[in-house]
């Protein structure tokens, strides 16, 4: 509808509402009685000024105003147009025509009901009711006051506080924990023992339990920086970044399966999971290492860049690839932008503390992100490429990683192959050439045996015509049968789908059926059968009894189907005159059979007498196409034969082929006919397969060369591919209100967190993405980045942040216990050029984590959760120290690097059974994590869901622990291996105390010792306990809370 | 009397229900045995409070205690089972009148009618096709809801839309929220179990805690392929050593355990891990006792056509969740595929309906008899309907815009069919019921609350239906 038309009908309908017409006042009658009291009921409780004032307006759509209802709401659609309910939105709502606009929600309205509203718009929407609505104010956020939340803040550096015990600090950062413990009169606890420390620092950086000599050594040890001699060769142990990458990898919820539906191998997850194994062990700056799993690939490659170097930064971007995915959503548009929330989601809880994806659907309830700065940063994710696309199954991006080692590697072995497949070729064409050559050489015989072919399928096509037709001469001799007009049987008749158009024979199992056939004059006959069959479904033919033919009705015809319909020669027979009985039988169903033909033989048929011995039937059928064609060719070189090929009544004699014989041989090079002979596209065309025409030998020798090939092939190194992102097609997205891309608002230029970045957005060039510029944002002078880290390195250590909620530094999240020590590490954290290390030389050097984690009762009365750090916390083992504890204090630790161990193909679908490297004796790290089927030992303890951002593992006790500490065979593996050492052994006393430095790294007690003696005397009721006895201990040590726990 | 002796091997006095023992408290024999019933646990933890096990208060008076989840994977075509549609019968062959979705999974022709009769059952005159006549007999115990619907396609995404309310994030599912809500009401048990789940469409996050605490997460029993006979809790196998030795180990181990709590002072992990060890002993003894049905009469078994091999293996899970549930088991469920029928669907339906439409009106049956249906809650529901347009003329595509479910028990309203879906039951139209409707409702049969119902995490309050859910009052006795 033009403008000016709804104009004009919404003026008319004006005109009927205020006029006072007697129209009108039946549209306001109308109105009032059958709409209003429908809106009031089903409508206002979320489109009316009520719901507004109550918060619950839905849609930013009010129907309870004249004007309003013919406005619109967010979606941007018209509710009411005057006249024409097509055009009306809440008409079509109403309708329940579209199922993602169903209005009323929970119920449709009665069909007359929404007849009336149909009418009432068709009116012109009498509506009587007055009244403006306010324009609508947007609740903006006040960066300025915003930014003075304390993480937006830069951190400054904080002078330490004044402390009156001067003795205790061993760092600055012990004054700040100092300081706050005086002033609520409490002491730090006494120093712990150095086993203590030991143990509790060789877990912490590594992982796993010291070894009994490294104990041995500390103890020794009375040097003053005896222990950070012992965190400095820790941190030089490639088993540091086993154990810390871990704790990022948690951050980066790694995964080596997608997870949701259709779960498919990440088989190249690994290298990124290396890659921050390898980043921690190396000490990488921390603002690079944001910056490389940002935009890895996009960073300026520094000075003499080694190859590996730059793999690991495209390697990098794998943070944002490796996340849980729904790879089957059949809405795409929806599938990028989850990713694209899920990317933003992990960054921003990562790298800043920031619930970003809050602000998806509306603005962030709580924190200063508009839905505007969420679409900005997704616009930056948006035009960068995770996925090479979003169907069902979606498939992940991955960058192919090569190297100049590799392609020298790989172009010497193409160069094999090339080699190879020359030999391989000449080879072939050689032995080809000799095969074709041959059959040149019997042009003629080729072309008379197609003659008589063609002849023979079109004679049996006139007779067919001829005896339906009724001529009386042709049916003197030759016999033409419906094949469902079988005499007797138990085959059945078909005259649809297979059968439709001709009728035919079929069966549903072993067939036989029988045909009287009356025969005119007796002789020799040719039996043709017409069937279709996709597969071949030989029969047995007697006539009169006796066995005739055991192999009829064998050829294929490719399907079943009509259209493949064919004559086919079965059999060659001598008929008496009078009734003959054919009886077939199948073993199996039947071909689809549609006739019989039986052909009386002339007595002096030539073309049934040549030989053909000699020739091939790939050349054959190559002739008979060519006949075919001849057909309709009147300049064909086989004119000379014209009526032969065109008329089969028309009899070959003796003669006839003793000419074309003659013909052929007399034939010179200029002539059409050799031209015909011995092009390439010609009857001896060089055939596709023709390596089937080949000779045994060469049969074998073609065999050997391919092996051969096949063998170089799998020599060629393949070229290693990672999980990554890369540029995309650059483009802002605009808001999606409610989250939806289907009613978007404003636009959002690529931009960053307008509470951080006070200046004009940054707008990031045409070109690129701007997650370059995203990640130089994040590192520098974001006050965030760094507070963030410090507070995990701090609760990796500790066990808890100094921020108790690591992942939320937003108004929910819980704030500092230690506000300036936070900042004093944040600040020392970024003048020690990001470098983790120190953080870590520097908090382990600290008094705070010599203390010991002695239970004191006034101070947990005061404080339980130590908020103060009053001690040092106790705390269980994480689900990879469970089991590399046990299997490396059972001997059977394998403690190298590992690349895959899935046993799957690139986007193979991944299974939950039992895998082989879970019984295995690789470190944890290196086990596959399979999202919705997780190792189900590092579930019981608190493996976390591989899904989500985990800045903070769980650490629970429950009884599946227990079980498996009971019953798994990774606990009675181990326990076994220790009894066997001691199996045997004379000195009961000694084996004990070794049992136990083997299993707790510190000998037993006086009363420990009669202890395990005795129970062990007691399982065996004898003095030498036996193999089953030192297992039950050693298990019974290795399930002690001593054993789990560290202090 | 010790709790859970009763399913303890070796004694001789005939297994008891839980539910007769509490009664016997209740009248005789005092409120010690009640209390060591309720509240052993409770040693280790300074409080009930901090006790994440320990059976807690609902917000408002319970109507059920205890739900069987019966879930029929790969999407139950509503309009073959339970949601007749004369109109479609009539149409069959011609176009869809009205809007296919936006969005489907699959390309879809012409109305397809179901190739199976339909038929009326039990007062209340419930349609039924004829592939579920024992579920149809039982018509007036049940509560059927025909205008289910959920928001995704796919079947990762609305099988877990369904178990979590999400079918984009990885959230804690439906029998972790109401274990969170109400603590284990059976100590020497876990509160959440699930039988022979799918490892596909989502696997372990369909019984997931997700971010609660990981008691709470579901244990699995068995895998899809695994045979039901041989399903067993993880780590519960002893492989062969006696429980007296482990009881030997045990008693030392607490021994050690304690010297070192002694040594240390006061610390509830240290005591709660001592703790562990003495319940997953009584665990090891007591869940192989319900798992063994040895003591089910055959005229039992064969209430839950265990005498058949086409329904032994469905009808197996179905009484163990009877024995589970009636253990004090919170949320059990069972699982059934496959129904995914894009073709072939007449023999599909027909075949898997026949392994659980016997099975089913056995527990319901067996549920009502014992008396466990008062307070135990049975809910029949799949991931997505199917619609009634063909993909061939024997198959239909995902359909989540219409689909029935059934409830049966506690606090449910026996014998009515609530809302419906429009002729042809492509959509649902009247007093339509989401996933999160559903959610909302089963948490306020439990007592509680869905919106107060929350758990902070990552600084956010979050709760089984997010920002969304309906209670269903309609439907509630």
């Not at chain 1, 077939?584 to 002339?602: A, V």
């Not at chain 1, 064909?636 to 013909?663: A, F």
């Not at chain 2, 009769?117 to 209340?124: A, E, I, M, R, V």
């Not at chain 2, 997953?280 to 839950?304: C, G, V, W």
Request: include cysteine; hydrophobic fraction near 35%.
């Amino acid at each position: 509808m033009s403008q000016i038309a709804k104009t004009i009908l919404s003026i008319f309908a004006g005109i009927l509402a205020t006029m006072g017409s007697v129209e009108a006042n039946e549209g306001i009658d109308f109105f009032e009685k059958k709409i209003r009291p429908v809106l009031i009921k089903r409508c206002y409780k979320c489109h009316s000024a009520e719901s507004e004032k109550k918060g619950k307006l839905k849609g930013k759509l009010r129907l309870d105003l004249r004007d309003s209802i013919r406005s619109q709401g967010e979606s941007g659609l018209i509710s009411i147009a005057p006249g024409n309910p097509d055009e009306s939105n809440l008409y079509r709502a109403i309708s329940y025509l579209d199922s993602e606009l169903l209005m009323p929600p929970k119920s449709r309205l009665e069909k007359s009901v929404i007849n009336d509203f149909k009418r009432w718009i068709e009116m012109g929407a009498p509506d009587p009711r007055e009244g403006k609505l306010k324009q609508n104010i947007s609740n903006s956020i006040d960066f300025e006051k915003a930014k003075k939340f304390w993480s937006f803040r830069q951190p400054k550096n904080p002078i330490a506080p004044s402390v009156k015990n001067t003795s205790w600090a061993r760092e600055d950062l012990d004054l700040f924990i100092l300081d706050k413990l005086e002033k609520s009169h409490l002491k730090p606890a006494p120093k712990a023992d150095k086993r203590t420390l030991i143990r509790r620092a060789t877990y912490d950086l590594t992982g796993l339990p010291p070894t009994i000599e490294e104990v041995q050594n500390f103890l020794n040890d009375e040097s003053s920086d005896a222990f950070q001699k012992v965190v400095d060769r820790l941190l030089a142990s490639p088993h540091y970044g086993e154990k810390w990458g871990r704790h990022w990898l948690d951050v980066a919820r790694y995964a080596d399966s997608n997870g949701l539906d259709e779960n498919l191998a990440y088989v190249n997850a690994f290298r990124y999971r290396n890659y921050v194994i390898n980043a921690f062990n190396h000490d990488k700056p921390y603002d690079r290492f944001v910056r490389e799993q940002i935009a890895g690939d996009l960073l300026k490659p520094p000075k003499n860049e080694s190859e590996t170097e730059q793999h690991a930064r495209k390697i990098a971007t794998g943070f944002l690839s490796v996340g849980a995915k729904m790879l089957a959503e059949d809405d795409g548009r929806k599938m990028e932008m989850d990713i694209i929330d899920e990317q933003l989601d992990t960054l921003g809880r990562a790298f800043m503390g920031m619930t970003l994806g809050c602000a998806r659907c509306h603005d962030h309830k709580f924190d200063p992100i508009p839905t505007k700065d969420y679409y900005a940063l997704a616009g930056i994710f948006k035009s960068t490429q995770t996925m090479d696309n979003h169907k069902v199954v979606a498939q992940w991006h991955e960058t192919e990683l090569k190297s100049s080692e590799l392609l020298n590697k790989q172009s010497k072995v193409d160069k094999e192959i090339n080699h190879q497949k020359q030999v391989l070729d000449q080879f072939k064409t050689r032995t080809s050439k000799a095969i074709v050559e041959e059959a040149r050489s019997h042009a003629a015989d080729y072309f008379i045996q197609a003659l008589i072919d063609i002849r023979k399928n079109a004679l049996i096509e006139y007779t067919v015509k001829q005896i339906e037709n009724n001529s009386e001469d042709i049916q003197k001799d030759n016999v033409l049968i419906e094949a469902e007009d079988f005499t007797r049987g138990n085959g059945l008749s078909s005259k649809e789908g297979y059968g439709e158009g001709i009728g035919i024979l079929i069966s549903s199992g072993p067939t036989n059926v029988e045909f009287d056939i009356n025969i005119p004059k007796a002789g020799a006959y040719q039996l043709y059968m017409r069937y279709a069959a996709q597969q071949s479904r030989p029969g047995k033919l007697f006539v009169n009894e006796n066995l005739i033919n055991n192999q009829v009705t064998t050829k294929t015809t490719g399907t079943w189907y009509p259209d493949s319909q064919k004559w086919h020669l079965e059999s060659t027979l001598d008929l008496k005159g009078g009734s003959n009985i054919f009886k077939f039988d199948w073993t199996t169903p039947t071909p689809h059979i549609d006739k019989l033909l039986l052909i009386k033989s002339s007595s002096n048929n030539l073309e049934d007498s040549f030989d053909t011995k000699h020739l091939n039937k790939v050349f054959s059928n190559q002739w008979i196409q060519q006949l075919t064609l001849a057909k309709k060719n009147t300049k064909s070189p086989l004119n000379k034969w014209r009526e032969l090929i065109d008329n089969p009544l028309k009899t070959i004699g003796k003669n006839t082929i003793k000419d074309i014989q003659e013909e052929f041989a007399k034939i010179r090079k200029n002539d059409p006919l050799y031209k015909l002979i011995h092009e390439e596209i010609g009857p001896f065309k060089t055939p596709k397969d023709v390596e089937k025409l080949f000779t045994e030998n060469s049969k074998n020798k073609l065999k050997q060369l391919q092996v051969e090939l096949s063998v170089i092939k799998k020599r060629r190194p393949q070229t290693p591919k990672a999980m990554a992102v890369r540029e995309g097609k650059v483009q802002d997205l605009k808001v999606h209100l409610r989250g939806d891309y289907m009613t978007q608002g404003e636009l959002a230029p690529r931009g960053y967190l307008r509470v951080i970045t006070n200046q004009k957005i940054n707008n990031p060039s045409k070109k690129s993405s701007g997650r370059n510029e995203f990640a130089h944002w994040l590192t520098k002078d974001n006050p965030l980045t760094a507070r963030v880290m410090v507070n995990r390195i701090w609760l990796w250590h500790f066990g808890q942040g100094i921020v108790r909620t690591p992942d939320n530094f937003g108004k929910l999240g819980i704030r500092p216990t230690h506000p300036k020590l936070l900042d004093w590490l944040a600040f020392k954290f970024v003048k020690n050029n990001w470098s983790i290390k120190q953080m870590h030389r520097i908090i382990m050097n600290s008094a705070a984590y010599h203390m010991s984690s002695k239970y004191e009762e006034g101070y947990y009365a005061i404080d339980p959760d130590n908020k103060l750090w009053w001690r040092f916390n106790r705390r269980r083992l994480q689900a990879e120290e469970v089991r590399d504890s046990l299997l490396i204090t059972g001997n059977s630790i394998e403690l190298g690097m590992q690349s895959q161990l899935m046993q799957y193909n690139p986007r193979q679908y991944v299974s939950q059974n039992e895998h082989p490297y879970f019984s295995g004796s690789t470190r944890t790290v290196y086990l596959p994590v399979i999202r919705s089927g997780t190792f189900d030992v590092l579930q019981a303890f608190d493996f976390g869901d591989p899904a989500v951002i985990q800045g903070q593992r769980s650490s629970t006790v429950g009884a599946a622990q227990a079980l498996f500490m009971m019953n798994h065979n990774i606990v009675t593996k181990a326990s076994t291996r220790l009894a066997m050492q001691s199996n045997g052994n004379p000195n009961i006393g000694g084996a004990t105390v070794q049992l136990y430095e083997d299993i707790l790294r510190r000998k037993p007690n006086e009363q420990e010792t009669q202890r395990a003696i005795k129970f062990l005397k007691e399982e065996e009721a004898s003095e030498q306990p036996s193999l089953q006895a030192w297992k039950s201990l050693a298990q019974v040590l290795l399930s002690s809370n001593e054993f789990m726990f560290i202090d | 009397m010790k709790k859970g002796s009763f399913i303890c091997s070796g004694y001789d006095t005939p297994p008891i229900s839980r539910r007769e023992m509490l009664k016997k408290s209740s009248v005789g024999f005092g409120s010690l045995a009640l209390a060591g019933l309720l509240g052993e646990e409770a040693k280790g933890y300074s409080s009930d409070k901090e006790n994440p096990l320990a059976s807690r208060k609902p917000h408002f008076k319970a109507k059920a205690k205890r739900i069987i989840f019966l879930f029929m994977h790969g999407g139950v075509s509503q309009v073959d089972t339970f949601d007749y549609r004369p109109a479609l019968q009539r149409d069959n062959g011609k176009a869809y009148p009205g809007k296919k979705p936006r969005i489907v999974s699959s390309a879809t022709g012409d109305l397809v009618a179901s190739p199976y009769n339909f038929k009326q059952y039990g007062q209340c005159g419930q349609w039924a096709s004829e592939i579920f006549p024992n579920i149809a007999s039982m018509s007036d115990e049940l509560c059927f809801i025909k205008s289910m619907y959920g928001s995704n396609s796919r079947h990762g995404s609305a099988l877990l839309e369904l178990h979590t309310g999400s079918d984009t994030f990885i959230r804690p599912s439906m029998g972790s929220w109401l274990n969170y809500g109400l603590g284990f009401e059976n100590q020497d048990l876990p509160g959440y179990i699930t039988f022979k789940p799918t490892g596909t469409h989502g696997g372990m996050n369909a019984w997931s805690s997700a971010f609660l605490p990981a008691h709470y997460h579901g244990v699995q029993i068995g895998t899809n392929a695994t045979p039901i006979e041989n399903a067993k809790i993880p780590f519960i196998d002893r492989n062969g050593k006696y429980l007296s030795h482990q009881r030997r180990e045990l008693d030392l181990l607490s021994e050690i355990n304690k010297d070192h709590l002694n040594q240390r002072g006061y610390d509830t992990n240290l005591e709660a891990r001592i703790n562990s060890f003495e319940l997953a002993f009584r665990m090891q003894a007591a869940a192989p006792e319900i798992q063994n049905i040895d003591n089910e009469t055959e005229a039992t078994k064969k209430l839950y056509g265990m005498d058949d091999p086409k329904t032994r293996d469905f009808g197996r899970q179905c009484l163990m969740a009877r024995r589970y549930s009636e253990a004090g088991v919170r949320f059990v469920q069972c699982s059934q595929g496959y129904w995914d029928a894009h073709g072939g669907l007449k023999k599909n339906h027909r075949d898997v309906a026949g392994k659980v439409d016997k099975p089913i009106a056995g527990l319901i049956a067996d549920m009502k008899s014992r008396g466990l249906l008062e307070d135990t809650l049975i809910l029949w529901g799949t991931e997505f309907g199917r619609t009634p347009v063909g993909q061939g003329s024997d198959g239909r595509d995902h359909n989540p815009h219409a689909m029935t479910f059934f409830l049966a028990g506690a606090g449910v309203k026996p014998g009515i069919a609530y809302g419906s879906t429009d002729d042809h039951g492509y959509y649902s139209t009247e007093n339509r019921v989401h996933f999160h409707d559903l959610q909302a409702t089963i948490l306020h049969l439990f007592g509680l609350d869905h919106k107060r119902l929350t758990y902070r995490y990552a600084g956010r309050d979050f709760r089984l239906t997010d920002v969304h859910g309906e209670i269903v009052h309609e439907i509630l006795a």
